[in-house]
């Protein structure tokens, strides 16, 4: 099948890394589900060449994979909802946020940024289509339009609760726009609904580090875009924005916030800007040579987990996994690990608890379990927020497999 580029639409012939056919990575089995039939798709990355956007064709739709009842909740994990916090803070000294601006989160999920805002009796709305999260949203208060964001709802924003009808002085969207396979005219929506001196703060992880750190566990079917800097300018500047600031983020294994203002408006761009797409064309991002080994260091992760797995169980060791994410998924299905290698994964999320997940079709048990099972070696599975799990698991012998086996023990 000959599939197109999202943004320019040139053909999609260059494959970056295919990682066999698999279930979306947050369809999570109830028990009644285990006999039936799992829906896989190809989980095949292909590169455009002539904007150089990494990219998953759109095997499945966004209301088939954004269901809801969307099982990740943000605000189960503390170290995001202090990056939140933090976030929030930055933004109301930097843009004098105040009781008569206007914010509106994309991709608000259950309120975990909103209300910090909202405790600020600063004004805003999120947009969420995933029910479960929505209505944990709402339960705080937060007013959220339970729709997926496009051009058509910015116009329905504006009519409807924007004050005076003059846009949002701050639109944030975070981990949003890899989850959008219309990205231009997403962008399109975010132009007609800012002020016209408002900003924008977007945050996506920074294709780099998916190649130089080995992060293939963070591709899946809920990912159609990967970006680098310089290619989502050019995505940008195609819906007459512009970028006028990066910063580097720790965020999901390294993260890029970029903040965005209206093509007329007077701000003129850091330099962050040029020196993050300096970095990433000396580090050789636009040129084949860093994508011909990623399928062979992926392929070595799989091989030497097996091994590690298969060697622990041979030795009468337990073995769980900590954290069902979506990541966690990717690897264990491209590894081909069952629940006879890992007997069961805990997860704080009660959304999760008592489910299976997709695919390997291994338990998703209580944090209270674990001491009734005492394992021996525990598999964390969102290696982004080791230290956070590492002060919840003291007394455990932890392992990571991204980017390599790693014991922290």
Not at 346 to 355: A, L
Request: with cysteine; proline share 4%; glycine share 4%.
């Amino acid at each position: 099948m000959n599939y197109k580029c999202r943004h320019c639409e040139s053909n999609l012939e260059d494959v970056v890394i295919d990682l066999g056919h698999q279930p979306p990575s947050n369809a999570y089995l109830k028990a009644e589900d285990q006999n039936k039939q799992e829906i896989t798709y190809p989980l095949k990355v292909f590169l455009c060449k002539k904007c150089w956007l990494v990219q998953l064709p759109e095997h499945a739709s966004s209301a088939d994979l954004f269901t809801k009842d969307y099982a990740y909740f943000s605000s189960t994990s503390k170290s995001w909802c202090k990056h939140a916090k933090d976030f929030v803070q930055k933004s109301i000294s930097k843009l004098k946020l105040n009781e008569r601006k206007f914010v509106v989160e994309i991709a608000s999920n259950d309120g975990y940024l909103l209300q910090y805002l909202k405790e600020k009796n600063i004004p805003c709305i999120g947009v969420e289509p995933t029910e479960a999260t929505a209505n944990a949203s709402e339960k705080k208060g937060i007013k959220t339009i339970k729709k997926f964001f496009n051009s058509l709802l910015a116009d329905e924003i504006l009519k409807e609760y924007s004050p005076n009808k003059e846009g949002a002085d701050l639109i944030i969207a975070n981990n949003v726009v890899a989850h959008v396979p219309e990205i231009n005219d997403f962008m399109v929506g975010v132009k007609k609904l800012l002020h016209k001196d408002g900003q924008v703060s977007i945050e996506f992880p920074h294709l780099l580090n998916l190649f130089q750190k080995n992060q293939f566990d963070t591709i899946y079917h809920e990912h159609f875009s990967y970006f680098s800097l310089f290619t989502f300018k050019q995505i940008v500047e195609k819906a007459n924005l512009k970028i006028i600031d990066v910063e580097k983020i720790k965020t999901h294994g390294g993260s890029l916030r970029v903040w965005l203002c209206h093509v007329e408006s007077e701000i003129n761009p850091k330099n962050s800007v040029s020196n993050v797409i300096n970095e990433e064309i000396k580090a050789g991002l636009f040129s084949e040579k860093i994508f011909k080994d990623f399928q062979e260091k992926a392929s070595n992760v799989k091989y030497l987990l097996l091994k590690l797995l298969i060697k622990l169980k041979l030795e009468n060791k337990k073995i769980i996994g900590y954290g069902a994410a979506a990541k966690g998924n990717t690897l264990l299905n491209y590894a081909g690990v069952k629940k006879d290698l890992l007997q069961a994964v805990i997860d704080n999320s009660e959304s999760k608890q008592g489910k299976f997940l997709p695919g390997s079709h291994i338990p998703i048990i209580k944090p209270d379990e674990l001491s009734l099972i005492n394992p021996d070696y525990i598999l964390v599975l969102p290696w982004n927020i080791l230290p956070e799990i590492k002060k919840d698991l003291k007394a455990y012998k932890l392992i990571t497999a991204i980017p390599k086996i790693k014991k922290h023990y």
